[in-house]
């Protein structure tokens, strides 16, 4: 008879959340997942088949905290850029997560394109720089992917205690890459800004 569950599932899941939170998820091991629940690893073991299904929970776990975190987005104005502004906040504040969430080396190999489809909000930003701009949902989707790109390089930047940033200095970057991005979009040919340079000779 398996030996009855001292600790739920939920329990041991929040855990290793926390254990990543503070020391990242290469730390989260059986023995150290038991020592933040203040018993041995046994319980682990019994609730979950092996760390690798734990260490799924907490990725998913780490992904409903992130949206929940960003979405407060939507209470302000404008509100696009108030979701770049709480991912880097996000970053900053939780660095282990993110890079949990965006630093993390899969075996899917995503393209950038792919991981937009499956961005967190992904769904609400497109619709806010839409009903701002009017542009065509092509469009939109380039706009949102160019910002994306410098909201996450300040993160990397953030998460890994590279270099910080002010409130200024992110309301101008994040500012100029949305506007340039836009300007861009409403004013050039796209085969004006996507020719791949050549070596002159």
Request: glycine share 4%; with cysteine.
């Amino acid at each position: 008879m398996p030996p009855k569950a001292k600790f739920t599932r939920e329990q041991i899941i929040q855990a290793a959340v926390d254990v990543t939170r503070k020391q990242g998820i290469s730390a989260v091991t059986a023995r150290e997942v038991g020592k933040q629940l203040g018993t041995s690893s046994t319980p682990v073991f019994v609730a979950f088949e092996n760390m690798e299904d734990l260490k799924q929970e907490v990725l998913k776990e780490a992904e409903r905290h992130y949206s929940k975190y960003i979405s407060e987005g939507l209470n302000y104005t404008p509100m696009f850029k108030a979701f770049g502004c709480r991912m880097i906040d996000y970053a900053r504040e939780y660095p282990n997560l993110f890079k949990v969430l965006f630093m993390n080396s899969t075996e899917s190999n995503l393209n950038y394109d792919d991981m937009i489809l499956n961005f967190p909000c992904a769904d609400i930003c497109l619709k806010a720089i839409k009903e701002q701009t009017q542009l065509s949902d092509s469009q939109v989707e380039l706009i949102f992917k160019q910002v994306l790109i410098t909201g996450l390089g300040i993160c990397y930047l953030v998460s890994s205690s590279t270099c910080e940033f002010t409130d200024r200095q992110l309301d101008e970057y994040l500012g100029l890459s949305y506007v340039g991005s836009l300007t861009a979009i409403k004013n050039l040919d796209k085969s004006k800004y996507t020719v791949h340079p050549t070596r002159r000779e």
